[in-house]
């Protein structure tokens, strides 16, 4: 690479390589600026180019870091506070057919004993009304056997007392 400058000048060169050994070399120890923009000094300072930029870069990759992680921990948070929102709906949802179940049952046992009451006290009405007729048919004849009853003790009174 041939470069000429003149003092206080700087020289431009291709690579980080040469613009090192520019500002290094004996001969010839001038201000280098390399094409990825890095900028040597001759007292051996570096500044500017991908080194600044790596370093930026790095400070801005942390906070992006920084921010995703909190973000993550967040996100995390709020999937755990979900699940814990679903197993309880679902918990819910459980229960709620377990009632509705009971609710069922509930009406089809009021429903049965009402028929079973009412079939009862049918049956039964039938039974008295039964009864009372059988009642009915039999009292003339035990009227007439009290009366015959009444006789006999008349007559045997009558005999034990002659």
């Known amino acids: 690479m041939e470069t000429r400058a003149e003092e ?3 020289v431009v060169a291709n690579s980080c390589f040469f613009a090192v050994n520019t500002t290094n070399s004996v001969a010839s120890r001038y201000d280098a600026v390399a094409l990825d923009g890095t900028y040597y000094q001759k007292n051996g300072f570096i500044s500017g180019g991908s080194t600044d930029l790596a370093k930026r870069a790095r400070r801005w990759d942390d906070k992006a870091f920084h921010t995703l ?21 679902s918990d819910l949802t459980t ?10 049952r509930v009406r089809y046992s009021v429903t049965d004993r009402d028929n079973i ?15 009372e007729q059988e009642l009915n048919r039999q009292d003339p004849l035990l009227k007439k056997l009290e009366e015959e009853m009444r006789t006999k003790e008349a007559q045997v009174s009558d005999w034990l007392c002659l």
């Open 8 to 10: 206080g000048e700087g």
């Open 117 to 131: 009451r009412n079939k009862s006290m049918a049956n039964l009405e039938k039974e008295i009304a039964r009864l």
């Open 95 to 104: 229960l709620q057919s377990q009632i509705r179940g009971l609710e069922t």
């Open 69 to 89: 992680k909190a973000r993550k921990e967040k996100l995390t948070e709020e999937l755990k506070e979900m699940m814990k929102r679903t197993r309880k709906e």
